[in-house]
């Protein structure tokens, strides 16, 4: 038997992406290969429950089991996949396909720094870029973007005034929004005490800015992408979890 190791499974409001407001069933899985300086999951590190594939998917449809299915509207709710990172464990894949073909619209969360070559097409993956601040941009798998497809979306959590200069240029070199949509979040100062001691500090000379600051850039700037806020830390605690 398939197993996950699960950190938690709940039903909430999607709070990022082109997907925020839409109600959605989060599947966050423990694990994760890197440790970017401003993780707001660190406790899916190492903490989680191993569950059955199966058992997996049978909770998901007994969370998703209130809302009717319209004919030919998309299924509600959504399944997003996050963590941690999702794609480290192997049986994910498969179970990923299942949910396509059980109706579902999929959405996975990735650090983009592991092969997304392998994840069904029919998933939409929202895939981080990582910035200068994150500790973690030498980590990024450049060849993840041949993979993308315009349903995807590459999103970049800026801190810092050089993260907007790398991002700018970024976009440009590579001319990432003819990919897909792009998505702009700032990097809140974690509110978690203590923070996490296995965090990545953010490289010295790196200048903070606040998401004021960051609008007024993208803005001077025209860069062609989707401004968000994590909404689920506005309606509730941002420290609170399975919401």
């Not at 963590?83 to 994910?92: A, S």
């Not at 998505?183 to 923070?195: F, G």
Request: one cysteine or more; charged letters at 25%; a neutral charge.
């Amino acid at each position: 038997m398939e197993t996950l190791v699960v950190n938690e499974i709940y039903s909430s409001l999607q709070g990022e992406s082109s997907w925020t407001g839409l109600p959605c069933v989060f599947v966050r899985l423990t694990g994760c290969n890197l440790r970017c300086s401003y993780c707001d999951s660190a406790y899916a590190f190492h903490e989680g429950t191993r569950w059955d594939v199966e058992d997996v998917r049978r909770r998901i449809h007994e969370l998703a089991q209130p809302y009717p299915i319209a004919p030919g509207a998309p299924r509600l709710p959504l399944v997003e996949f996050t963590g941690g990172e999702p794609l480290l464990q192997r049986p994910v894949f498969p179970l990923l396909t299942r949910l396509c073909d059980d109706g579902f619209r999929v959405l996975l969360e990735t650090s983009g720094a592991v092969d997304i070559a392998p994840v069904d097409p029919r998933v939409h993956r929202i895939m981080d870029l990582k910035c200068p601040s994150s500790g973690e941009m030498h980590r990024n798998r450049w060849d993840n973007l041949a993979c993308l497809r315009s349903a995807d979306e590459i999103k970049f959590v800026v801190g810092t005034a050089e993260d907007c200069q790398w991002v700018r240029d970024v976009i440009a070199q590579r001319a990432l929004a003819a990919i897909c949509p792009l998505l702009v979040s700032w990097a809140a100062p974690l509110t978690t005490s203590p923070r996490d001691p296995s965090l990545r500090a953010v490289p010295e000379g790196q200048h903070p800015i606040g998401r004021e600051e960051l609008v007024r850039r993208i803005l001077a700037d025209a860069w062609p992408v989707r401004f968000q806020i994590q909404m689920h830390k506005i309606l509730w605690a941002p420290d609170r979890r399975g919401v």
